[in-house]
């Protein structure tokens, strides 16, 4: 039998209401009043942060692709990662646009996606969207999902759908605080302690971002006003079709020996099963002296700084030079790591455009998934990276994940 929703009285509803910011308040009065959205599901909490301000300054936060323009041809048939912002998406337009959702409108209003900017929009799109392109459907599956950031585990539990402590991709990330909370989406899984999302945020002009997010705070980066909450999943169907796809990590002990100069990067442990991590480190370039096999943190380096998970432990020159074909779309970068900027079409060569995402001269340059280039160079830090004639482009993350394969 299922539960019955919740009615408010118009005393609550009212109040609800002017607690929202006065920019929304009607939209809020509005939802309340519409017979297809319950009582609890109307967003009426919204926080106002850049990117930037809702981080932790002391954790490893890498922000990308704001607003980046979507190519003509959309992100492309089954999962891809979603690394611009949606255009003229019925998953990120409101019915009474001629859209699926019934989220609030997003402030600044984009017109192409008008959920956005808001994190609730962008995440409960982006979560039906991904739903929908697995499935082959159409509309909004979860409706419940439209509701204040903080309070998307309460009502993503009474729709059925699990909930958990380990990142998968898909998942929904739900943080709480005192305010609206915040919710992304994860694009990627690098390791249990790092994932690269997408995400919104309401009252910001970046109506669209990308981030890598480390849990070495216990929060995934975000700032100590935020508690984490939960990983929201996908039903059981699209999680396994999602998974079976995705990248593996590097295979641990038998490649690696001790004494193998290696790059290191992510969480240290005091022992080789301990549950928690003590602290990190960030691309520090060093020797593998002691092996656990069979542990769950199976490496320690000069230094004894501590034990480390296969993935966070990179072999430095195992990769040659010569041609390789790229796993999913891959930005090109003007240099080796994550802190270099993104390059744009336009300076890609003729090559490297018949391969990019958009015919877009200022859009950013993205290589399609299975695009073929040469690797003239090889540089071991930040993960691996191949120097390319159009620019750098990461053939395995510091975490250990493979984003391309030697041909």
Not at 364 to 370: E, L, P, S, T, W
Request: hydrophobic letters at 30%; proline letters at 4%; glycine letters at 10%.
């Amino acid at each position: 039998m299922e539960n019955e929703e919740k009615r408010l009285t118009w005393e609550e509803k009212i109040a609800r209401i002017e607690k929202a910011p006065k920019e929304v308040q009607i939209m809020v009065a509005k939802a309340f009043i519409r017979d297809d959205i319950p009582d609890e599901d109307v967003q009426y909490e919204f926080n106002s942060e850049t990117p930037e301000e809702m981080n932790d300054p002391e954790e490893h936060t890498e922000i990308e692709n704001l607003n980046a323009e979507e190519p003509e041809d959309g992100i492309g048939a089954g999962f891809s990662m979603r690394v611009t912002k949606p255009s003229n998406n019925k998953n990120f337009i409101t019915t009474g646009s001629g859209g699926w959702s019934t989220c609030i409108k997003g402030n600044p209003m984009d017109s192409n996606a008008n959920v956005l900017a808001n994190c609730v929009g962008y995440a409960s799109g982006r979560f039906n969207e991904i739903i929908n392109i697995i499935r082959g459907t159409s509309g909004c599956t979860y409706k419940t999902l439209n509701c204040n950031a903080k309070n998307f585990k309460e009502r993503a539990e009474s729709a059925g759908l699990k909930t958990g402590s380990t990142p998968k991709v898909g998942a929904i990330m739900c943080w709480g605080n005192e305010g609206a909370g915040h919710v992304a989406i994860v694009e990627r899984v690098d390791s249990n302690n790092q994932v690269y999302t997408s995400e919104s945020g309401w009252g910001s002009s970046t109506a669209f971002w990308n981030q890598i997010r480390t849990n070495n705070n216990g929060r995934w980066g975000l700032s100590s006003y935020y508690y984490f909450r939960c990983f929201i999943y996908l039903p059981d169907d699209v999680q396994k079709i999602v998974d079976e796809g995705q990248p593996q990590p590097t295979p641990t002990p038998g490649n690696i020996k001790i004494g193998d100069e290696v790059i290191i990067n992510g969480a240290l442990y005091v022992s080789s099963n301990a549950s928690s991590p003590s602290g990190s480190v960030s691309n520090k370039k060093t020797h593998v002296t002691r092996i656990a096999s069979g542990a769950k943190h199976p490496y320690n380096t000069t230094g004894d700084l501590g034990w480390m998970d296969a993935s966070s432990v990179t072999l430095v020159n195992n990769y040659p030079t010569g041609n390789y074909k790229t796993n999913g779309n891959m930005n090109v970068r003007t240099g080796a790591g994550t802190n270099y900027a993104i390059k744009k079409v336009k300076d890609l060569t003729a090559d490297g455009k018949r391969n990019a995402t958009s015919t877009n001269p200022e859009a950013n340059a993205v290589y399609r998934a299975g695009t073929v280039f040469t690797a003239q160079q090889i540089i071991n830090q930040n993960g691996v990276w191949a120097k390319t004639p159009s620019g750098y482009v990461c053939i395995q993350g510091a975490s250990g994940t493979k984003y391309c394969t030697k041909l």
